[in-house]
T-cell receptor, first 117, second 114 residues
Framework: KAGVTQTPRYLIKTRGQQVTLSCSPI?????VSWYQQTPGQGLQFLFE?????QRNKGNFPGRFSGRQFSNSRSEMNVSTLELGDSALYLC???WGAGAKGSGNEQFFGPGTRLTVL | AQSVAQPEDQVNVAEGNPLTVKCTYS??????LFWYVQYPNRGLQFLLK??????LVKGSYGFEAEFNKSQTSFHLKKPSALVSDSALYFC????????????FGKGTRLHILP
C-alpha cells in the first residue's frame, strides 16, 4: 500500500498570506490527524477528522482550520500567516477513530515544511 | 487532563550498550501508550504500543517497552544499541476507550556513539 502523502513538501510564504496543505491517507484509513512540529514545542496536535467530521481539536487559534473530503483526503488551511507559524506540519492516518479506534497506531506522512518570512 | 513527559531532552549511549528512553504519563482512565521514532527529514514511524495484556511489549527494530502502572511509566528499551538507532523518539498517550485526542511528549534525541 502507498503511504501517507503530503503536498507540497516545502512552502515559503510571507506574513499575512494564507496557505493550504494537503494530505492523502493510506487507502482504507478514514481517520486523519494534523500536527505542528517545532523545535521548541515538539509535536502539537491540531485536529482530527473522521468521515468528514472533526472529532477533536487542539489549542490553536481559529486561523487554523481543516476539512476532510468523502475520499478521506484532508486539507489544512492557515490564514493570516505569522512568523511563528513556521514549522513542519505532519499528517497522520489511522484505521478508525474515536473510542473504538483510540488504540490504533498512526501512520505519518513526510510533512510539509512551511517557512513564513 | 492527560499528559505525557519525557524527562530527558537527549540521551547518549555507546554502541553495543543497552539503552533506555524514559516516558511517564497521566490519564484519567486506562492508557493506550505508543512509541514513535523520527529520522532526519522524515515523518514519524510507529515502533510499538501498549493496549492491554503483557506489560512487556516488543516492537520494531529490536525495541521493547515496559508498562508500569504503579509508576505510570512506559520506558523504551533496547538491549544493544546501534548507531542507526540515533533519532528522535516520541512517547504518546491516549485515554483508552474515549474519543479524545492523542498527546505526544516533547521527544528525546537519542545519540548512539560509535
Amino acid at each position: 500500500k502507498a503511504g501517507v502523502t503530503q503536498t507540497p513538501r516545502y512552502l515559503i510564504k510571507t506574513r499575512g498570506q494564507q496557505v493550504t496543505l494537503s494530505c492523502s491517507p493510506i487507502s482504507g484509513h478514514r481517520s486523519v490527524s494534523w500536527y505542528q512540529q517545532t523545535p521548541g514545542q515538539g509535536l502539537q496536535f491540531l485536529f482530527e477528522y473522521f468521515s468528514e467530521t472533526q472529532r477533536n481539536k487542539g489549542n490553536f487559534p481559529g486561523r487554523f482550520s481543516g476539512r476532510q473530503f468523502s475520499n478521506s483526503r484532508s486539507e489544512m488551511n492557515v490564514s493570516t500567516l505569522e512568523l511563528g507559524d513556521s514549522a513542519l506540519y505532519l499528517c497522520a492516518s489511522s484505521w478508525g477513530a474515536g473510542a473504538k479506534g483510540s488504540g490504533n497506531e498512526q501512520f505519518f506522512g513526510p510533512g510539509t515544511r512551511l517557512t513564513v518570512l | 487532563a492527560q499528559s505525557v513527559a519525557q524527562p530527558e531532552d537527549q540521551v547518549n549511549v555507546a554502541e553495543g550498550n543497552p539503552l533506555t528512553v524514559k516516558c511517564t504519563y497521566s490519564v484519567s482512565g486506562n492508557p493506550y501508550l505508543f512509541w514513535y521514532v523520527q529520522y532526519p527529514n522524515r515523518g514519524l514511524q510507529f515502533l510499538l504500543k501498549y493496549i492491554t495484556g503483557d506489560n512487556l511489549v516488543k516492537g520494531s527494530y529490536g525495541f521493547e517497552a515496559e508498562f508500569n502502572k504503579s509508576q505510570t511509566s512506559f520506558h523504551l528499551k533496547k538491549p544493544s544499541a546501534l548507531v542507526s538507532d540515533s533519532a528522535l523518539y516520541f512517547c504518546a498517550v491516549r485515554d483508552a476507550g474515549r474519543d479524545d485526542k492523542i498527546i505526544f511528549g516533547k521527544g528525546t534525541r537519542l545519540h548512539i556513539l560509535p
